[in-house]
Nanobody, 118 residues
Framework: VQLQASGGGLVQAGGSVTLSCAAS????????MGWYRQDPGKQHELVAT???????SYADSVKGRFTISRGNAENTVILQMQSLKPEDTSVYYC?????????????WGQGTLVTVSS
């Protein structure tokens, strides 16, 4: 299984970017999909997740500005980022978590860089 993320790039503060992530291969028992970001030398930070029941959660720093949703294709996830700030600059990673009888597995995309200029 591979996750392919796309959509990063350079954007001015206040602008918008949409990230997409699609899984190739077969995934069973997808429990949650989400986006994390990580700066050099820092731990990754959870940005947003969407669960199999459709419920979503967000980091406080992005609430009201980012929206996570599932794509039309199976096992795709989209992150719409609006009102971007320079502090949103980071490498964004998509994540898929599966849960098979309590045994969880995580799959990660390759990361896509979002740079917000002031």
């Amino acid at each position: 299984v591979q996750l392919q993320a796309s959509g990063g790039g350079l954007v001015q503060a206040g602008g918008s970017v949409t990230l997409s992530c699609a899984a190739s291969g077969t995934l069973f028992n997808v429990d949650r999909m989400g986006w994390y970001r990580q700066d050099p030398g820092k731990q990754h930070e959870l940005v947003a997740t969407i669960s199999s029941d459709g419920s979503s959660s967000y980091a406080d720093s992005v609430k009201g500005r980012f929206t996570i949703s599932r794509g039309n294709a199976e096992n795709t996830v989209i992150l719409q980022m609006q009102s971007l700030k320079p502090e949103d600059t980071s490498v964004y990673y998509c994540n898929v978590r599966t849960n098979s009888r309590g045994i969880m597995a995580n799959y990660w995309g390759q990361g896509t860089l979002v740079t917000v200029s002031s």
